[in-house]
């Protein structure tokens, strides 16, 4: 198996031990993308914010290899009140077209930095 680690200057870096993506075949999955600032590593105020910037981060990863969002298959939501669900859903919606990824929502008991929500996808390239 060839895999490749994907990082990009205009994403945040990883918080940990973990690549920001990996590309195995014609394949990139992602990790969780919080809506950290790239330039600050701060986080953005309000949920509908981080998720904005959340997808930006993903937008800037995709484009490393070329990809689109287009191109993103599944993705999995994760969030700190489900309540938020509804406000999320809105700014996602902006950032895909249809057909839509297949996607899991869920709430959490707790996000890293005390984030509001975190999205993670995985595309075919």
Do not use: C, W
Not at 33 to 39: R, V
Not at 47 to 54: D, I, M, S, T, Y
Not at 57 to 62: F, G, Q, S, T, V
């Amino acid at each position: 198996m060839n895999k490749e680690a994907i990082v990009s200057s205009k994403a945040p870096a990883a918080l940990g031990p973990y690549s920001s993506a990996v590309k195995v075949g014609d394949t990139l999955y992602l990790s969780g993308q919080l809506g950290l600032d790239p330039m600050t590593n701060e986080l953005k105020d309000g949920v509908e914010a981080q998720a904005e910037q959340a997808l930006t981060n993903i937008a800037a990863i995709l484009g490393e290899v070329g990809a689109t969002m287009r191109q993103v298959v599944k993705s999995t939501v994760l969030l700190a009140d489900i309540n938020d669900f509804a406000a999320v859903n809105e700014v996602y919606a902006g950032h895909f077209e249809a057909p839509y990824p297949a996607r899991s929502a869920f709430q959490v008991a707790a996000l890293p930095k005390g984030a509001l929500v975190e999205i993670e996808v995985i595309a075919v390239l």
